[in-house]
């Protein structure tokens, strides 16, 4: 069964600075790999996604994903964060024939000023 | 546009009532999704269906049970309601897969269920 992982409940950053937000998962073969947000009070949407090709994939907002096979990651990143970012964010992972992904508990991004 | 709408958005209810939860998308998506988020548990599948006339259970279905007579609907119904399913649900829909892969979720901006 797949699991995924994202490190830390929490990350704490300082309007500016760099966003790091990772996300690793177990898979036998190569999956599709999703990170969603959620703003307060509302549902999640599709920040960004990798299924084939480039492994560096960019979304809204400014964030961008990569890819690494070798390491069975996909760290989302945005080099300078805005207080717009507060948010939860979810990693997701699917198998190619399975439409059920499997997310990670989410980790809450706070911006300071 | 289309979108995936959620009521009610807010709820109380007591213990033992039967609570229905609609959700309806104008995606024309195959699939719906239930889900149910709680602190410390992230998201948990309650119900999933691929399309008109089927559903399936999740991870966590136990007195939970949904159906689906048509494509744009997925009501949830808790037929006798716990304080154990206090929680925020969410109703999420996706299309078949292309040739791009899996399609990502779409979701609803979810409804909170209080049970006293």
């Known amino acids: 069964a797949q699991s995924v992982t994202q490190l830390g409940s929490h990350v704490s950053v300082s309007e500016g600075a760099l966003v790091l937000l990772r996300c690793n998962y177990s898979?036998?073969?190569?999956?599709?790999l999703f990170w969603y947000v959620q703003y307060p009070n509302q549902g999640l949407q599709l920040l960004l996604k990798y299924t084939t090709g480039a492994t560096l994939v960019k979304g809204i907002n400014g964030f961008e994903a990569e890819f690494k096979k070798s390491e069975t990651s996909f760290h989302l990143t945005k080099p300078s964060a805005h207080m717009s970012d507060a948010a939860e964010y979810f990693c997701a992972v699917s198998e190619w024939g399975s439409y059920i992904p499997t997310f990670g508990r989410g980790t809450s991004l706070i911006v300071h000023p | 546009d289309a979108e995936i709408t959620q009521s009610p958005r807010h709820k109380i209810t007591e213990t033992g009532r039967q609570v229905t939860l609609a959700c309806h998308q104008t995606w024309n998506h195959n699939n719906m999704f239930w889900y149910r988020q709680d602190l410390g548990h992230g998201l948990r599948l309650i119900h999933y269906?691929?399309?008109?006339?089927?559903?399936n259970k999740g991870e966590v279905s136990d007195g939970y049970s949904v159906s689906r007579s048509n494509t744009e609907d997925l009501p949830l119904t808790l037929e006798s309601a716990a304080s154990s399913q206090t929680s925020v649900y969410f109703c999420?829909?996706?299309?078949?897969?292309?040739?791009?892969?899996?399609?990502?979720?779409?979701f609803g901006e979810g409804s909170r269920l209080t049970v006293l």
């Open positions: 269906s691929y399309g008109v006339h089927d559903t």
């Open positions: 999420a829909s996706s299309n078949r897969a292309s040739s791009e892969g899996v399609g990502e979720l779409f």
């Open positions: 898979s036998s073969v190569p999956p599709y």
